[in-house]
């Protein structure tokens, strides 16, 4: 069995958003799980997604609003986020290395002319402080999703373009990917920018290090989505349109790593996304950290080949098991596309596909089995939440607290 059980639904897909989150936190006991994972809470891009979010660090303020509380932890990067969302109203929404050059290259006089107000982001979290409460009053952890990479027009990197591989005008030649896999036959080209490690090195990790310590002030647990970017990163060259053309350029490794558990205080606090084709080198550079990885049980069905570690006989106590993720279709909806017969004799006589998967995760020896909302709901296609590399319709679902 699993050590434990969680329930996997992003703070959007509430019928009310935050307003709902101690309603949900008393369900997610009634199931019976003591985990519930969301997705980030940072400011969405246009079309919507929180991985390519305008911010690293900033909550999206408009999930909810209680009573403000002070902000002096969050003085790393709250200023620069305040300035860089004011400038983007005084420019019509342009984008950062399109300003004028003195707010482009922050010019001092410039930006102390700009007037900032940290109300909705400290109204925010004296709402999330009220949940978190809750939360541990249940006995329920939170779990938070920090995506690996940031959007090119985002404060982090208008505040701190040293950080990353940018020419003289802030403008990437390269851009973040991933060459073609299970998840898209054209990779999938994010463009978001890269790292200049060698600058991260010289200033001891410190930009990493305010960002996880942010984190863990939001959950307990993180799990850094695309983990091996940690280890490579697929560099896509700003002409090319797909993901197909790129090269790898490595990362740092255990260095980063080590830097992160420190701020944690514990290798247990880190899951590592570890989806996709994966080297033996970055499997084992987390192994060497301790750190659970993740298994899909839709990706176990597709193929004959005995070492798919998805396979419900391959997972072993250092992954965290999902039905399946965001990025996946619904378990319902995965069925219907094509009856995968590799998982009838996995299949009890009365169960529907939900139900199977949903044992097979829970009765695993993982060390924890995360159920999508939609699939203990037992939605199709409709309730996806999003398909990679599809830029519109993502995003956009929500539960009714009467089909619950």
């Not at 995506?147 to 040293?162: G, L, Q, T």
């Not at 790129?246 to 944690?264: N, Q, S, T, Y």
């Not at 987390?286 to 839709?298: A, C, F, I, N």
């Not at 319709?393 to 619950?404: C, E, I, P, V, Y």
Request: glycine letters at 6%; aromatic letters at 12%; hydrophobic letters at 40%.
């Amino acid at each position: 069995m699993a050590q434990y059980t969680g329930v996997l639904c992003h703070i959007t897909s509430l019928p009310n958003g935050l307003s709902d989150a101690e309603k949900f936190i008393d369900y997610i006991v009634d199931y019976g799980a003591s985990v519930w994972q969301v997705l980030p809470i940072t400011p969405p891009d246009e079309h919507g997604s929180p991985y390519a979010s305008p911010s690293a660090f900033a909550a999206w303020d408009s999930l909810g609003e209680s009573e403000a509380i002070d902000m002096k932890e969050e003085s790393y990067w709250l200023e620069d986020w305040l300035l860089f969302e004011a400038l983007k109203v005084k420019f019509d929404g342009k984008p950062w290395y399109e300003w004028p050059v003195e707010y482009r290259d922050r010019n001092p006089s410039a930006l102390a002319e700009i007037h900032t107000n940290a109300t909705a982001q400290a109204r925010f979290m004296g709402r999330w402080k009220e949940v978190r409460e809750y939360a541990k009053s249940k006995d329920i952890s939170l779990i938070g999703d920090l995506p690996i990479f940031v959007s090119h027009d985002s404060a982090d990197v208008w505040a701190h373009r040293e950080l990353f591989m940018l020419d003289e005008k802030g403008m990437p030649q390269v851009v973040a990917g991933v060459p073609p896999d299970y998840f898209s036959k054209k990779g999938q080209r994010w463009g978001t920018v890269l790292y200049d490690w060698n600058a991260h090195r010289k200033e001891n990790w410190e930009w990493w290090k305010q960002r996880m310590a942010r984190m863990m002030r939001l959950f307990d647990i993180v799990r850094i989505d695309h983990f091996r970017g940690i280890h490579s990163a697929w560099a896509i060259p700003v002409k090319h349109k797909t993901a197909r053309k790129g090269k790898w350029l490595e990362g740092p490794k255990d260095e980063l790593i080590e830097a992160l558990i420190e701020v944690c205080g514990s290798h247990e606090c880190i899951i590592a996304e570890d989806l996709g084709i994966i080297p033996a080198e970055v499997t084992e550079l987390r192994q060497r950290h301790k750190l659970e990885g993740m298994s899909v049980l839709q990706f176990a069905f597709d193929d004959d080949n005995k070492d798919n570690p998805h396979k419900p006989e391959n997972i072993t106590i250092d992954r965290v098991v999902y039905t399946g993720t965001h990025d996946n279709n619904t378990t319902k909806g995965w069925w219907s596309e094509k009856k995968r017969k590799r998982l009838k004799p996995y299949m009890k006589e009365g169960e529907s596909v939900c139900q199977t998967m949903i044992r097979l995760a829970v009765q695993s020896p993982a060390g924890m089995a995360i159920i999508p909302i939609q699939d203990i709901m037992e939605l199709g296609s409709e309730a996806r939440m999003n398909t990679p590399g599809v830029a519109f319709g993502n995003w956009q679902w929500k539960f009714s607290w009467d089909d619950l």
